[in-house]
Nanobody, 126 residues
Framework: QVQVEDAGGGLVQAGDSLRLSCAVS???????VGWFRQAPGQEREFVAA????????SYADFVKGRFTVSKDNAKNTVNLQMNSLKPADTAVYSC????????????????????WGQGTQVTVSS
């Protein structure tokens, strides 16, 4: 049974860094993990994604240069390193896993993923 569990959120100040993790179980290859976020009253938006095989990454424009998504093969975990955080980054961040054709073709679409973590709150104060 495939499961993903996200963790690592917290309260930080503007300019600080935070690293989120997404632990994957039940699947060891040929999948992609995406990170999404949702702020109160707003729609869920794509942050970043990575293919487990090959490590190809994609990012939303608003996080390029600040966030880095990576994978830890030994731990079967995907990490999201977030630097230079801004108050606008405040949201619930969730990781998601998929291995359908759509997952690899449209990694920025929430509909491309079938397994979701419970979400972790990131709050950035000014």
């Amino acid at each position: 049974q495939v499961q993903v569990e996200d963790a690592g959120g917290g309260l930080v100040q503007a300019g600080d860094s935070l690293r989120l993790s997404c632990a994957v179980s039940g699947r060891t290859s040929n999948y992609a993990v995406g990170w999404f976020r949702q702020a109160p009253g707003q729609e869920r938006e794509f942050v970043a994604a990575i293919r487990w095989n090959g490590g190809r990454t994609s990012y939303a424009d608003f996080v390029k240069g600040r966030f880095t998504v990576s994978k830890d093969n030994a731990k079967n975990t995907v990490n999201l390193q977030m630097n230079s955080l801004k108050p606008a980054d405040t949201a619930v961040y969730s990781c998601a896993l998929g291995f359908r054709g759509d997952t690899f073709s449209y990694p920025s679409s929430p509909a491309s993923y079938d397994y979701w973590g419970q979400g972790t709150q990131v709050t950035v104060s000014s």
